[in-house]
């Protein structure tokens, strides 16, 4: 039983929870099947994923502009905490403007640069989450911090989520 189906049908009959692959953990995270290729790039503790490297270009051709896609749920969780809390507006406001317009360009460089040499289609545009200036979503944001990324909102998104953490 060397293949990881053997261990799969073997798990099965012994009634043992199965461990899914990316493929099905990615699609149960989402809610729908992923329209193009991605990688995961983050994993928490148990080895779910927690952050996806998307493709530039989804499979119909469709540009798209998140690179990274923050789906680990304890992640979305807190995220989303933080973003109903107004963390967008406080997030923009506590980060330099330079700083934020300077990381659209770098995530914006990156994507790019994933896009194959002759593609001739439509392509993704503007910079983290797709938007060109000041902050649109936390999420994408602190997806890209967490896969290494040099985004100032990332780290302002981290830094909250620890002070969180610590009370």
Same mark, same amino acid.
């Given at each position: 039983m060397d293949h990881p189906q053997d261990l799969q049908e073997e798990e099965e009959k012994e009634g043992l929870t199965l461990n899914l692959g990316?493929?099905?953990?990615?699609? &149960?995270?989402?809610? *729908?099947?992923?329209?193009?290729p991605y990688e995961v790039v983050v994993r928490a503790?148990?080895?779910?994923?927690? =952050?996806?490297?998307?493709?530039?270009?989804? $499979?119909?051709?469709?540009p798209m502009p998140t690179r990274y896609w923050l789906v680990g749920p304890d992640d979305m969780?807190? =995220? !989303?905490?933080?973003? !109903? &809390?107004?963390? =967008? *507006?406080?997030?923009?406001?506590a980060v330099d403007?330079?700083?934020?317009?300077?990381?659209? *360009?770098?995530y914006a460089d990156e994507r790019d640069a994933a896009i194959p040499h002759g593609y001739a289609g439509h392509r993704p545009s503007a910079g983290v989450?797709?938007?060109?200036?000041?902050?649109?979503?936390? #999420?994408?944001?602190?997806?890209? #911090?967490?896969?290494?990324? $040099?985004?100032?909102?990332?780290?302002?998104v981290a830094e909250h989520l620890d002070l969180e953490n610590s009370t």
């Open positions: 990316d493929d099905e953990q990615v699609e &149960a995270l989402l809610g *729908r099947a992923p329209r193009g503790d148990d080895g779910t994923p927690r =952050v996806l490297r998307n493709a530039p270009i989804l $499979d119909d051709g469709t969780m807190r =995220v !989303s905490r933080l973003e !109903s &809390a107004g963390g =967008v *507006r406080r997030a923009e406001a403007p330079n700083d934020l317009a300077d990381a659209h *360009r770098r989450g797709g938007t060109r200036r000041g902050v649109k979503c936390l #999420h994408a944001h602190y997806a890209w #911090h967490l896969a290494g990324g $040099d985004d100032p909102v990332g780290r302002w």
